[in-house]
């Protein structure tokens, strides 16, 4: 979506557009949605579905978008960014349970401040973090519109680290299955970005 569009967006929603809020908060799904997947990595992803973590927030934000009080896209994201956190952690802390907290859990809640990392979005200038909004959620729309498999391969690889042992056992595909998975859902990754521009 091209700034200007994406202005007039926020402008609609600040003045009490509820379709434009609705708008917004669509168009951050996906990169909700890989702040979920990063954050819930390992055992809680088995028991918590992300698309309901996305929605809660998605509720939250169009309840309370009377609080949000910026004017840009990197303020709304880091707004949203904020009430996604605070799910993700009561998400966390309800399923981990305060009296089981072993090494597991305390990697659970690591997880949380590890997934801010390629994302965080405070500690930069207002230029750079409207540069880094934009890029994480031009890459979130750009991967939730390639197949499921390459997707999942491309996150779980470039975003998250693993190893293509790890992603073998994981798809229970051969290594090389995996690297060509891993190949097709990158090219696949370039030309939807490059339609988007």
Request: aromatic residues 6%; glycine residues 4%.
């Amino acid at each position: 979506m091209p700034l200007c569009d994406y202005q007039q967006l926020i402008n609609d929603a600040l003045k009490g557009n509820r379709d434009a809020i609705g708008q917004l908060l669509d168009r951050h799904r996906p990169y909700l949605k890989m702040l979920t997947q990063r954050a819930l990595a390992g055992r809680l992803q088995a028991r918590v579905d992300d698309s309901d973590l996305v929605q809660q927030t998605c509720l939250s934000a169009f309840q309370n978008f009377e609080n949000f009080d910026g004017k840009d896209e990197a303020q709304f994201v880091a707004w949203l960014q904020k009430i996604h956190d605070r799910n993700v952690q009561d998400t966390i802390r309800k399923h981990v349970g305060a009296k089981k907290r072993s090494i597991i859990n305390e990697r659970s809640a690591d997880a949380v401040e590890n997934y801010q990392g390629l994302f965080h979005l405070q500690s930069l200038s207002p230029s750079q973090r409207l540069m880094k909004t934009e890029d994480a959620v031009r890459l979130a729309e750009a991967l939730s519109s390639i197949p499921e498999d390459q997707r999942e391969a491309v996150r779980l690889r470039h975003l998250e680290g693993w190893s293509l042992a790890e992603l073998e056992k994981h798809f229970e595909r051969s290594e090389t299955a995996v690297a060509s998975l891993i190949k097709r859902g990158l090219e696949n990754l370039r030309k939807q970005i490059k339609t988007e521009e």
